[in-house]
């Protein structure tokens, strides 16, 4: 087993935490501040990385990405989650789930999502369907040669930027022995088509500047060409594609808690208390060795899962493993780094703080941690038939 990174690898991850510091971190605090992304500032970041030939580096040669494996994009992922989500969000990764377009959809939204011409959004929960996907209301029926759809999605990140939408719907029931079971489409929805309003979500404490938003459908009429994948097929496409998220929010948590972990060894290493550093009060020093241990196993984990991805190894276990323990141990590292600075972690003097909340909710999207634990019981226990 080789654990170290190759010569290229090395340079991805020098060049895009280069990216993230020059680029990325000069502009957190007034985001924070303002909770908002100006326009001209974000395109600026998508052109630089456009330049950098880094766009849509999650996707195939074959489509015009940059072709990396999944251990290099999640390489990627880990030194973006050092930065702003409200800003790395222009770095352009399109999701993955867009490789499912038909050849007439790849000249509308797939290749102008990977040029950069394009932004998309995932649009799948609702306030009554959050972990329970198939408790979803926004539904689907046919009328004539197309689809009439009527409901509503929140919680949708990156909506406010998004070209059109990846949408999950409900487009019929079947009858089963455990009761009603929705069947799911998945539709693409550009903005702007009548009956489809985008409208500005909650005020969240976690990521700020990273909105969310809410979708409604009042009678949105969209002809078959729309549907992607087939139809009644979401669960397919969303099985086949939305892997990626999950090891996004592993890698992603890697990358912040070891930002937020270089502020506790320095300010350790500096801070002064009855006449010494407190890095020297086995109090604080043993709290620096638990946090870079759980760091390195979760950036391990995190790793093999992607590795296994790329060698065509069966994976759902390990990367929710992955996404579990990358979370927890970023809310730990968190809250131990805001413990070692005492009341300045919670002042806005220092970032500490914004860590501290913006790590809440990686423990909630893109599958909780709850959801993560039953992806890994079930796995270990159904072929003993438990």
Same mark, same amino acid.
């Given at each position: ?5 190759? +010569? +290229? ?5 020098? %060049?895009?935490?280069?990216? /993230?510091? =020059? ?10 501040? %303002? ?6 500032? $974000?395109?600026?970041?998508?052109? =630089?990385?456009?330049?950098?030939? &880094? ?18 994009? *999640? ?37 102008? !999502? ?22 979803? =209301?926004? #539904? ?12 509503? =999605? ?8 998004? @070209? ?20 799911? *489409? ?8 009548? $009956? ?56 992603? #948590? ?6 937020? &972990? ?22 604080? #020093?043993?709290?620096? !060795?638990?946090?870079? %241990? ?9 790793? #093999? ?27 730990? /590292?968190? @809250? ?51």
């Amino acid at each position: 087993m080789h654990f170290g990174l190759s +010569e +290229e690898q090395e340079m991805i991850v020098s %060049t895009v935490r280069s990216f /993230v510091e =020059k680029e990325i971190y000069p502009h957190e605090a007034e985001v924070e501040r %303002t909770g908002q992304v100006p326009h001209e500032l $974000g395109e600026e970041i998508k052109q =630089k990385v456009i330049d950098l030939g &880094f766009y849509a580096c999650n996707f195939p040669e074959s489509v015009g990405g940059a072709g990396l494996s999944h251990v290099d994009f *999640t390489l990627v992922e880990r030194e973006l989650g050092r930065g702003s989500m409200a800003l790395t969000h222009f770095f352009g990764r399109p999701q993955n789930i867009l490789m499912a377009c038909n050849d007439e959809q790849r000249e509308r939204y797939l290749l102008p !999502a990977v040029r950069g011409e394009r932004m998309d959004a995932l649009a799948m929960t609702e306030p009554d369907a959050g972990s329970d996907v198939r408790g979803m =209301k926004c #539904s689907a029926v046919r009328d004539g040669g197309d689809w009439v759809i009527n409901g509503s =999605k929140h919680f949708i990140s990156g909506a406010e930027h998004a @070209d059109f939408f990846i949408v999950f719907i409900a487009t019929g029931v079947d009858e089963t022995l455990k009761g009603p079971k929705k069947r799911i *489409t998945t539709f693409l929805v550009d903005r702007g088509t009548p $009956g489809f309003e985008v409208r500005d979500g909650y005020n969240s404490v976690s990521h700020k500047g990273y909105k969310n938003c809410i979708l409604y459908f009042d009678n949105c009429r969209l002809p078959d060409a729309q549907v992607l994948g087939e139809v009644d097929g979401g669960f397919a496409v969303m099985n086949e594609w939305l892997y990626a998220t999950r090891i996004t929010v592993a890698a992603f #948590s890697v990358g912040r808690a070891r930002r937020c &972990f270089d502020y506790a060894l320095n300010y350790a290493a500096e801070r002064k208390q009855f006449g010494q550093q407190i890095g020297k009060f086995q109090g604080v #020093s043993f709290q620096i !060795a638990d946090m870079i %241990t759980e760091i390195d196993a979760a950036d391990l984990l995190t790793l #093999s899962a992607a590795w296994r991805l790329d060698q065509g190894l069966p994976a759902n276990r390990e990367i929710a493993s992955a996404k579990l323990y990358a979370s927890e141990a970023l809310a730990r /590292v968190t @809250d131990t780094t805001l413990q070692i600075f005492g009341g300045m972690g919670l002042m806005d003097d220092f970032p500490i703080e914004r860590f501290w909340r913006d790590a809440r909710v990686e423990r909630i999207w893109d599958g909780t941690s709850e959801i993560q634990r039953h992806i890994i019981s079930r796995d270990l226990l159904r072929p003993l038939g438990a």
